[in-house]
């Protein structure tokens, strides 16, 4: 038999309902296949009757005797005749399997049963490694400062930065004229952080468009560790925090993207196909 012990799926499911730590209900569920494959072989589970345990020990003694085991040391009590003499192996042998036989239980004195005067048994037991449960810890996802983290930081710096600075040679974004009262400008646009914003005023009134849906996105952003209470830390373990955030991002952007480059003069709508892109820095 294999060390690696599979489990009781059925056991393993039903403790981690009760609310029992992974630790126990794999431990459990370990035990649990391992008394059903007994179970497959006819072994039986349980305590000894009584003449099987007395046939067990005198084939130990028998053993013990011939120098292949390891003998048990015995007092020498007195006879309750007065005799002094030590017990026969048979009395011996019918004392144990009647404690066995009661579960392990002492008896009064009358009933023959080993007490304080009486011989002392040791029984040796040898619990093979496949029997031993072992549960390691899994290993938490970890990531060092330095040189992993801050290195990767600094790759990215350095990517953002070439960027824009190759974007600056090609781009001319000169600063606008002073501004005139009486000569007003044919596109008016907000920076592109704030055509989101700008966007949804196209569509609902300044009160929802401005204060109660960029309200009811922050208070969602807020009370989403709350509602996803997965603590792992993998991507693909975090499912509803992963929708909740592209659900949001495209929505944005989209937003972004229309106010940019399909709005033209008085920010009305623009094919790009029709009048061009109605985007000015």
């Known amino acids: 038999m294999s060390d690696e012990v599979s489990i009781d799926q059925e ?32 072994a039986t589970l349980g305590p000894r009757p ?35 003499g030590r017990l026969t192996p048979e009395e011996r042998a019918a004392r144990v399997a009647a404690s066995l036989g009661n579960g392990g239980a002492k008896e ?3 009933m023959g049963v080993p007490q304080s005067g009486d011989h002392t048994h040791r029984l040796l037991a040898l619990v093979p490694p496949a029997g031993i449960q072992q549960v390691q810890a899994k290993q938490q ?6 040189p992993h983290l801050l290195l990767v930081e600094f790759v990215s710096l350095l990517a953002a930065g070439s960027l824009l600075l190759i974007a600056s040679f090609f781009l001319d974004a000169p600063l606008g004229s002073l501004a005139n009262p009486n000569e007003v400008p044919s596109i008016n646009k907000a920076p592109w952080y704030f055509m989101g914003l700008q966007e949804l005023l196209a569509y609902f009134h300044p009160m929802i468009a401005g204060v109660t849906l960029p309200g009811v996105f922050l ?17 693909e373990n975090r499912k509803v ?3 909740a955030f592209t659900f949001f991002l495209t929505f944005w952007g989209l937003l972004v993207i229309i106010g940019s480059f399909l709005r033209g003069a008085g920010y009305e709508w623009v094919w790009p196909w029709v009048q061009g892109l109605g985007f000015t820095l």
């Open 50 to 84: 009584a003449e099987q345990a007395a046939k067990a020990l005198e084939e130990f003694r028998a053993n013990a005797g011939g120098g292949g085991g390891v003998a048990t040391k015995t007092a020498a009590p007195a006879d309750a005749g007065g005799g002094g």
């Open 141 to 146: 996802d970890k990531v060092y400062t330095w």
């Open 108 to 110: 009064p004195a009358s």
């Open 219 to 235: 208070v969602a952003l807020m009370a989403a560790p709350y509602i996803d209470k997965n603590p792992s830390a993998k991507p």
């Open 241 to 243: 925090a992963n929708m």
């Open 11 to 42: 056991v393993y499911d039903r403790l981690i309902g009760e609310g029992k730590s992974e630790r126990i209900a794999r431990a459990k569920a370990k035990a649990a296949s391992v008394r059903k494959a007994k179970l497959a072989e006819g």
